[in-house]
C-alpha cells in the first residue's frame, strides 16, 4: 500500500532520513505518515543551525484532524530547511520523498544511520 | 469497528475508498481522497453525503402542532404542509437538548430530523414532555437513509433523475416524489451553506439511489463528500453543531441563534422563562466566530486569552478554511471581553483572533 523506497532509512516514528554520503542527509515524513494525517496543513520548521539530540522534537506538522510532532531520527546540525512547505505544506501529501523534504541535517556521527530500521524492517513495522 | 452502527451504504463507502472512522458510534466516510478538496468540491460544482446516521421521528395526532410548539423554541405554527422549520429544543434551564428540522406534512403529521448522536436522549426527552398530548411519536431512523446532495450543481443533478419540477421547491420547502424510481422526501435544505436537497428515502433503497446519483453527477463535477468536509463547510458557513456552538450549557441566545427563539409565539415553551430572562439581563457569554490570517488550526478546546493574558474563554470549533487558507473557528468568550482584542497560544505563538460575523465565504444559501 504505502511506498517504502529501499534507499531510505526510517524511524519508527514515521520520519525517514536519506544519507548523501558527505555526512548530511534529508529528513521528511514517510508516505505511510502523511495517509495516516491526512491533508495537511501547516509543518512548522526547526531554525537553521539549531543542533538536536536524537528523538528530539524538531518540528510539527498539522493535518485537518491533529497536530503532531517530529522526531528527529538521529542528532546532527539543521543546515536547511525547506521553506517552500510554508505556502504549500499539501506538497507533503503529493511528495512525501521528493519535494515534500522537511530539512537537511549534518550529521553528528554519520555511523548512527546504521541505527535506523531500513526499508524493509519499516516494512514489516507498517505492514 | 465491528460494534459501530452502519448505515446502509457502508460497503458502497468502502468500494469508493473512503476512510471510515467511529462518529457518534456510527462508522463513517471521514474522506474518500482529501478532505480539503472535497470541501472545494462543494463549493464549485457538487458533492453527495451520506447522512443516514441522523435520526427520523414521526410525531401525529390531533394535539402535534400543541405539543411542538411547547417542545421547540421556534414557532411551528408557521409551517404549513411542505415547509421546513430549524429549530433548538431547549432544557428549562435554556440549554439545548438537539436542534432539529421539523417537516410538516400535513394537520397532525409531523417529522422531524435529529442528530445522530443524540437520537436516544432526544427520544426519551421526547416522549417524557408528551405525556398528555394527543400525540403518537414513533422513531423512524433505522426506516429511513438520507443523502444530501450539495453544491451549485445539486440542482441539475437531482432534476436529472426526477419529474418533480425542483425550481419550484423553496429555500427550507420540501416535496414528496420519486427521484431515480425511489419514493423520497425531497428537501431543499443542507448543512453546507450551498444549494442543494436532502432525500430522505427507505434505507432498501440507499446503494440504488446512491449509484443513481452518482451516474448522474458524473456530467456535473459531483464528488463523493464525507463528514470531515461536511464540518468544515458548515463552520465556513457560521452554522452552529450540537455539542460545540450549542450544548446543555450553551443557549440558544449565547449562540447567536436569537432568531430561532420565538418568545412571543403565544406557546409557553420548554426553557422560555430562562431564555426570557437571559434576553432580558443579557448573557453571561457569547459565541463569536473568527479568523486568524495564519494557517495553525486553532483547535476546539485551546483557551482565549483577553488584553491582559487572562483566559476569558474556551475554542468550541476549529478548522482551516479550504477557501480563505487560514484557520477559522468559534469560541466561546465573557460577553464583556468580546469587544476587546483576543488571542490564542499555539505552541508558544500568541495569535490574533479577528472576530467575523458569519458565513466566512460568500454563499448563495444562508
Sequence with gaps: MSSVP?????????????????????????????????????????????????????????????????????????????????????????????????????????????????????????? | MSDLKRTPLRDFHAAHGARLVDFAGWEMPVQYRSILEEHKAVRRTAGLFDVSHMGEVDVKGPEALRFLNKLVTNNVAKLFPGRVLYSPMCYPSGGVVDDLLVYMRAPDDY??????????????????QAKGFAVTITDRSADYALLAIQGPTAVAIVQ????????????????????????????????????????????????????????????????????????????????????????????????????????????????????????????????????????????ADTPVLGADGTVVGKVLSGTLSPLLNEAIGSALVTTASAMAPLAVDIRGTLINLQLVKPPFVELKKS
Design chain 1, 6 to 127: 529501499s534507499d531510505l532509512r526510517y524511524a519508527k516514528s514515521h520520519e525517514w532520513l536519506k544519507p548523501a554520503g558527505d555526512g548530511t542527509a534529508t529528513v521528511g515524513i514517510t508516505d505511510y505518515a502523511q495517509n495516516s494525517l491526512g491533508d495537511i496543513t501547516y509543518v512548522q520548521l526547526p531554525k537553521v543551525g539549531a543542533t538536536l539530540a536524537a528523538g528530539q522534537v524538531f518540528g510539527v506538522v498539522e493535518s485537518v484532524k491533529a497536530a503532531s510532532d517530529l522526531y528527529l531520527p538521529v542528532a546532527g546540525t539543521v543546515i536547511d530547511v525547506n521553506s517552500a512547505l510554508d505556502a504549500a505544506p499539501e506538497t507533503v501529501n503529493s511528495s512525501a520523498y521528493e519535494a515534500g523534504w522537511i530539512l537537511k541535517l549534518k550529521l553528528s556521527d554519520p555511523a548512527s544511520v546504521e541505527t535506523l530500521l531500513d526499508a524493509s524492517a519499516y516494512g514489516k513495522l507498517i505492514g
Design chain 2, 111 to 128: 417529522f422531524l430530523c435529529i442528530n445522530a448522536g443524540n437520537i436516544d436522549k432526544d427520544l426519551a426527552w421526547i416522549h417524557e
Design chain 2, 160 to 299: 436529472a433523475l426526477t419529474g418533480a419540477k425542483l425550481d419550484r421547491i423553496g429555500y427550507y420547502h420540501f416535496v414528496e416524489g420519486t427521484v431515480a424510481g425511489v419514493q423520497c422526501i425531497i428537501s431543499r435544505t443542507g448543512y453546507t451553506g450551498e444549494d442543494g436537497f436532502e432525500l430522505y428515502h427507505p434505507a432498501g433503497d440507499a446503494v440504488a439511489l446512491a449509484e443513481a446519483v452518482v451516474q448522474a453527477g458524473a456530467a456535473h463535477g459531483l464528488e463523493l463528500t464525507g463528514l470531515g468536509a461536511r464540518d468544515s463547510l458548515r463552520l465556513e458557513a457560521g452554522y452552529p453543531l450540537y455539542g460545540h456552538e450549542i450544548t446543555a450549557d450553551i443557549s440558544p441566545l449565547t449562540a447567536g441563534l436569537g432568531w430561532t427563539v420565538k418568545l412571543d409565539k403565544g406557546a409557553d415553551f420548554i426553557g422560555r422563562d430562562a431564555l426570557l430572562a437571559e434576553k432580558t439581563n443579557g448573557a453571561a457569554n457569547k459565541v463569536v466566530f473568527f479568523k486568524t490570517g495564519d494557517r495553525r488550526i486553532v483547535r
